[in-house]
């Protein structure tokens, strides 16, 4: 009859239906004493919880070898004490069983797994600019052929000639104030300037600067700016100094000396300079960054002392390359040009710096 009832009872209810509801009625007891249901799962006893466990296993292993239908039957009986205490042993063995898997589970993946390779470097590349090897810059001497060209004249309608004196200074560009022998009526000007002409310094008489301005081929003493017109000094017109028409001096027309039209030009001389030196110009970064290449013109004076006086840029080339020629023509160096007499007298020539890449 027992053994009827027993697996009546086994077939009527699956293993999970039971341990299902084991589960709900071990939390229906924790939620009703926390702590007591704590304290009878894990003991108050110094005993470890494995070895309870252990203990606990072993004596329903003992009791199903004795008798597997008495223990099968009392599994399902409602002895409260008994199927509390089964319900905590079965509950703890499976949770303990689960934490011993996961962690066998999680060291024999850990065993499993490659150690990781260390990190290859990263090398940081640099951008690298190539910069093509440039051609020296080639500097030019002057090669003055020509003779200068121009004049100038002027006057204020005086009728006294025009008196003996100095010549203004001499300068490559256009006049703002014409000379005159008369002192200025301004005493003390508050922006004063000088008288000039337009014409090369090197070509021009030196003469002493103690002297008033005037033209140096007059014989008159009286201060007079002569018959001309145009304000400046002379018999001709423009603003110069002489006969001619321009802000020039002597004979000719425009500007410069020499008569006939203005041109640069040399002197009286028997011999041109002679270059012993020539530097080589340097290249600007900006230059080099952006490819420029051409020619810088200059006009410059080379100097009875030996030294390259008056640079000025006739056509140049920007992005600092016109500073970097006129460097290098100051750095000339020339045996002075020679009047018929032998004396080394001042040039005025143009010299030519060649910027070229490759």
């Not at 009878?40 to 494995?50: D, I, P, R, T």
């Amino acid at each position: 009859m027992e053994r009827a009832r027993l697996f009546e009872l086994l077939d009527s209810e699956p293993l999970r239906i039971r341990l299902l509801r084991a589960l709900r009625e071990s939390w229906s007891d924790f939620r009703s004493d926390p702590v007591g249901f704590l304290t009878a799962l894990f003991g108050a006893e110094s005993e470890s919880l494995g070895k309870r466990l252990w203990r606990g296993l072993r004596d329903h292993c003992r009791e199903f070898r004795a008798d597997p239908q008495s223990y099968l039957a009392s599994l399902v009986r409602r002895s409260e004490p008994d199927r509390q205490r089964r319900q905590i042993i079965l509950v703890s063995s499976m949770l303990y069983i689960v934490v011993i898997a996961l962690i066998l589970s999680l060291d024999r993946m850990a065993s499993r797994r490659p150690p990781a390779p260390f990190p290859s470097p990263t090398i940081a590349h640099a951008p690298v600019t190539l910069i093509e090897p440039l051609s020296p810059p080639r500097l030019y001497a002057p090669r003055q052929k020509e003779r200068a060209g121009g004049g100038g004249g002027g006057g204020r309608k005086e009728p006294s000639p025009p008196s003996f004196g100095r010549l203004p200074k001499a300068e490559l560009r256009p006049p703002i104030v014409a000379p005159s022998p008369h002192l200025p009526e301004i005493k003390q000007p508050s922006l004063p300037v000088l008288p000039t002409i337009m014409a090369q310094p090197e070509l021009l008489p030196k003469l002493d600067l103690s002297l008033p301005l005037g033209d140096p081929t007059s014989r008159a003493s009286v201060p007079s700016s002569g018959p001309g017109s145009g304000g400046g000094i002379g018999t001709g017109h423009g603003g110069g100094v002489g006969p001619g028409r321009g802000v020039g001096y002597g004979p000719g027309e425009g500007w410069n000396t020499g008569g006939g039209e203005p041109r640069i030009g040399g002197g009286d001389i028997a011999s041109r300079p002679i270059i012993t030196f020539k530097p080589r110009p340097e290249w600007t970064e900006e230059a080099r960054r952006n490819r420029i290449e051409g020619i810088v013109v200059l006009s410059a004076t080379f100097a009875a002392d030996g030294t390259v006086k008056h640079i000025r840029v006739l056509r140049g080339l920007g992005y600092g390359l016109d500073e970097k020629a006129i460097e290098a023509a100051s750095r000339i160096r020339f045996i002075p040009a020679r009047d018929a007499r032998g004396n080394p007298v001042d040039w005025r020539g143009t010299i030519y710096v060649e910027f070229h890449l490759l």
